[in-house]
């Protein structure tokens, strides 16, 4: 309206200034003709500005429905709005509410709770007539005891676990081993050394650029080792018969002075010969000491060869001879079947002979052999049990394992000096005594300190303790002492009943 009220004064000015205008400049105009001039001026104007005035109307009402559709759209939302919060709320309040009555309900159901409990607590006093210190007491015993239960069975599960993947890892830790360690000891038993007396025989040995070296080395499958010493030179071999015939053959070409392709061959034969014969001997003096007549020429030969080979230092004739003697000993003391132990301690370790071509255990190769021959069955289980991998099945077969166990415990048999051996022993059995405390009342070490043996006392001790125990003294004694292979713990409980008959 106010923009209406502009226009009509604008109006009314362009009117008045028109009209002075033409009063001015055109004098000779009539008046009636400038009204009528103005008037349609007007009228133009005055339509003009009626159509503005009808277009701004309309635009202004469409901005005020336009508005009005917004305030209402927007007071609807904050009343919907309103709602929910007023909903919420109540929803909020209603929990609050709910929340104290439980509150208070466990707050109630608490109390209660303890109430019943120093009841009980006072009715379980009474009843089983212990204080409250003495039923924890108990109690921390009982969960001990559990605990050591538990203990145990975790350990055989660990050992189970353990045995499962020790093979693999067994390999895995020997090829590392072997490669990575010096092996001093191959050179003792693997090379023989021929003394010189002359230092100029070793340039006769090796001949015009090294040929009576490879000629000698063909021809006995050995290594000569000619820079170790001065005076020396060595053979070495991993085979024992092959290392013989050789250090032979030497020998008798240094004494004779011709060393030459052709002068070596025959030696290497005639060595063969005479060791052949040797072994034959050895084979023909074993089944004397054996007291085993006509025994099979094949086995003669096998056997025979045990001069040739070694266990763990120890010459394998030797061990046989005296395995032969102490079993032939505890069976005639004993009653037992003497022919039979003889032949057994005879045979017992024949397997180590073909340890290096056939991969398994000496004692079933010894026991293979045996069958090979046609040999009775007792005689053949006392072999193969001589180590106890094989059940044995007559007090024969027990015989043959101790004499076997004996000769191989016998201090300096094997390597291991009288003071060093009672070391180790003494050492092992202080662990298992300082393990087992007072719990304890015998400790043995036995086949050569191997085995230790512990015997507890069993009203102290329980079976899950004794499997604990057993594993505790087995780390110690890993953990400080130092000892040949492996050694095994074996915890004993038993309860022995007594009584006299009057």
């Not at 024969?396 to 180790?424: L, N, Q, T, W």
């Not at 050492?427 to 015997?455: L, S, T, W």
């Given at each position: ?28 105009i ?8 103005a008037?349609k001026e ?5 339509q ?10 309309e ?8 508005v ?27 929990k ?10 466990i707050k ?7 109430d ?17 210190e ?23 599960e660990?050992?189970k ?35 010189l007396?002359d ?9 015009k ?7 000698f ?22 085979d ?7 250090k ?22 005639k060595?063969?010969?005479e ?7 050895n084979?023909?003096?074993?089944a ?7 025994l ?17 230092g ?8 005296e ?6 000993v505890i ?9 039979l ?6 045979l017992?370790?024949v ?37 106890l ?12 394992h ?11 048999a094997?390597?291991d ?5 009672i ?31 512990v ?9 899950e ?5 057993s ?32």
């Amino acid at each position: 309206m106010e923009t209406v009220l502009y226009l009509f004064l604008g109006l009314v000015l362009g009117i008045a200034l028109v009209l002075g205008y033409l009063k001015l400049n055109n004098a000779s105009i009539s008046r009636k003709e400038m009204l009528e001039e103005a008037e349609k001026e007007a009228e133009k104007t005055i339509q003009k500005a009626k159509e503005e005035a009808a277009n701004i109307k309309e635009e202004s009402e469409k901005l005020s429905k336009k508005v009005r559709k917004e305030s209402a759209e927007q007071e609807n939302m904050l009343l919907e709005r309103e709602k929910a919060i007023n909903k919420r709320s109540k929803m909020l309040d209603e929990k609050s509410s709910n929340l104290e009555k439980e509150q208070e309900f466990i707050k109630r159901v608490k109390k209660q709770l303890e109430d019943s409990r120093v009841k009980l607590k006072k009715e379980l006093e009474k009843i089983s007539n212990l204080t409250r210190e003495e039923a924890k007491e108990k109690l921390m015993k009982e969960v001990e005891e559990d605990l050591v239960d538990h203990k145990a069975k975790k350990i055989r599960e660990t050992e189970k676990e353990i045995k499962d993947i020790a093979q693999e890892k067994a390999k895995e830790i020997l090829v590392d081993t072997m490669q990575s360690i010096e092996t001093d000891y191959v050179s003792e038993t693997t090379t023989s050394v021929i003394e010189l007396e002359d230092e100029a025989v070793k340039g006769r040995i090796i001949g015009k650029d090294g040929r009576n070296i490879r000629s000698f080395e063909k021809a006995t499958g050995v290594d000569i080792i000619v820079d170790e010493a001065p005076n020396s030179i060595g053979v070495s071999s991993f085979d024992p018969l092959r290392r013989e015939i050789a250090k032979v053959a030497l020998n008798k070409l240094i004494k004779d002075g011709r060393i030459h392709p052709g002068s070596i061959e025959e030696e290497v034969n005639k060595a063969k010969k005479e060791i052949a014969q040797e072994i034959k001997k050895n084979g023909m003096a074993l089944a004397e000491e054996a007291d085993w007549g006509g025994l099979d020429p094949g086995l003669i030969k096998l056997i025979g060869k045990m001069k040739y080979r070694s266990s763990y230092g120890q010459s394998l004739m030797d061990h046989t001879i005296e395995v032969i003697r102490i079993g032939s000993v505890i069976a005639n003391n004993i009653g037992a079947d003497t022919e039979l132990v003889k032949k057994a301690c005879l045979l017992h370790d024949v397997g180590k002979l073909l340890t290096h071509k056939i991969d398994k255990p000496h004692y079933d190769i010894s026991g293979q052999i045996a069958r090979k021959y046609e040999l009775p069955e007792n005689l053949v289980n006392a072999i193969e049990a001589h180590h106890l991998d094989v059940e044995p099945q007559s007090v024969e077969a027990m015989i043959v394992h101790i004499a076997d166990a004996i000769s191989g415990a016998r201090p300096g048999a094997r390597r291991d000096s009288y003071e060093s051996y009672i070391k180790r022993v003494e050492g092992i059995e202080n662990v298992a005594k300082e393990v087992g405390n007072d719990k304890i009342e015998e400790v043995y070490a036995i086949h050569a300190g191997r085995e230790i043996r512990v015997i507890v006392k069993p009203d102290q001790v329980s079976d899950e303790e004794a499997t604990v125990m057993s594993k505790d003294i087995a780390d110690k004694i890993k953990e400080t002492q130092t000892y040949p292979g492996t050694i095994q713990v074996t915890v004993i409980r038993e309860n022995r009943a007594v009584d006299v008959a009057n």
